[in-house]
């Protein structure tokens, strides 16, 4: 008899640089408003074990906040089944990388 078991997919990962300083970067992945303005809606609160919805074109997704190290990192779980984090790191010139959407 053939099992068949799920194989956990590899990280993805994608940088950007980033124009502005770390901590407006930051209120742009870390709260509700700036998350929205290049994902989309949610009630995001950057609080680690914070249950929030993101509003997709599919309909709402649960997710949660799993670790808020500000203005630095800042992951989620969406859905059941995905970790999405959020790093910046100032480079030279104070100009943060973060993932692109």
Same mark, same amino acid.
């Given at each position: ?17 980033? !124009? ?6 930051? !209120? ?5 408003? &700036?998350?929205?303005? +290049? %994902? ?9 074990? @914070?249950? =929030?919805? %993101? !509003?997709?074109? =599919? &309909? ?11 203005? @630095?990192?800042?992951?989620?779980? +969406?859905?059941? *089944? +995905? ?7 100032? !480079?030279? &010139?104070?100009?943060?990388? @973060?993932? *692109?959407?």
């Amino acid at each position: 008899m053939d099992e068949t078991r799920a194989v956990p997919l590899p990280p993805i990962r994608h940088s950007i640089a980033v !124009q502005a300083p770390v901590e407006r970067v930051w !209120q742009a992945v870390a709260t509700a408003e &700036g998350l929205s303005a +290049w %994902l989309m809606p949610n009630d995001l609160k950057a609080e680690a074990g @914070h249950p =929030f919805t %993101l !509003q997709t074109p =599919f &309909g709402p997704v649960p997710c949660r906040v799993t670790v808020v190290e500000p203005p @630095h990192r800042l992951a989620f779980r +969406w859905g059941g *089944d +995905w970790e999405v984090t959020l790093e910046l790191e100032p !480079q030279e &010139g104070e100009h943060p990388r @973060h993932p *692109d959407p």
